[in-house]
């Protein structure tokens, strides 16, 4: 089972909007409404952003947002502020043999 | 407040075993499954398995099958993530979090990580 499919890196001036792909198959992103997103900063642990798909938990800006089609989830940051700046990493449920897989990871830079 | 207090940093040589620690408060540690996820120096997170401490029910990623053991004393509220012979690529930083589960799928709270060093 590989790891899902996303771009190395994305950017955005303050105030943009930016997207985040993430690619993967049928049996884990297509097959399941279980996809999630996490926001990581240098030195700091993960924290989640987005879940099942497009819900966004409490505290979280709602400038966030999620979605899904086949087999490739997003991510939209709207009005982009410094900081945003951060890796961001997603993740889908791929059956119960397989458990979860995260995707390669994001370097978000805002300019 | 739901929080994951890990075990702190260790330094160990090849070949050594090594038991870290997880700790939850805040909520039922029995009703909800923790995982561990390896994030290898400048790479991306991994999963690696996860835990149910209710039942010690658990569950490995194929590619973490056999290389780690993953359990859980419920009396103390505590996960743990060992290895009885480590390697220079086990060299990481490890994360464990809660992991929301049925009609759902996500690690809603993190531990703040423990740093393990593997080097002769």
């Known amino acids: 089972q590989s790891a899902l499919t996303q771009p190395p890196s994305a950017s955005g001036s303050p105030g943009q909007s930016v997207t985040i792909s993430c690619t993967g198959t049928?049996?884990?992103?297509?097959?399941?409404?279980?996809v999630s997103w996490y926001q990581q900063h240098p030195g700091k642990a993960p924290k989640l952003m987005i879940y099942?798909?497009?819900q966004r938990p409490s505290g979280v800006p709602d400038r966030f947002s999620g979605s899904k089609s086949g087999n490739t989830a997003s991510l939209t940051v709207s009005g982009l502020q410094a900081e945003d700046e951060a890796d961001y990493y997603c993740?889908?449920?791929?059956?119960?043999?397989?458990?979860?897989?995260f995707g390669g990871g994001t370097k978000l830079t805002v300019l | 407040e739901v929080q994951l207090v890990q075990s702190g940093a260790e330094v160990k040589k090849p070949g050594e075993s090594l038991k870290i620690s997880c700790k939850g408060s805040?909520?039922?540690?029995?009703?909800?499954?923790i995982g561990w996820v390896r994030q290898m120096p400048g790479k991306g997170l991994e999963w690696m398995g996860i835990?149910?401490?209710?039942?010690?029910?658990?569950r490995y990623r194929p590619s973490f099958q056999g290389q780690v053991t993953i359990s859980a004393d419920k009396s103390l509220n505590t996960a743990y993530l060992q290895w009885s012979s480590l390697k220079a690529s086990d060299t990481a930083m490890y994360y464990c979090?809660?992991?929301?589960?049925?009609?759902?799928?996500?690690?809603?709270?993190w531990g703040q990580g423990t740093l393990v060093t593997v080097s002769s």
């Open positions: 805040g909520y039922s540690f029995t009703n909800y499954w």
């Open positions: 993740s889908s449920y791929a059956g119960s043999n397989n458990l979860g897989v």
């Open positions: 099942d798909v497009s």
């Open positions: 835990i149910y401490p209710g039942d010690s029910d658990t």
């Open positions: 049928s049996s884990d992103v297509g097959g399941y409404n279980y």
């Open positions: 979090a809660r992991l929301l589960w049925f009609g759902e799928f996500h690690f809603d709270c």
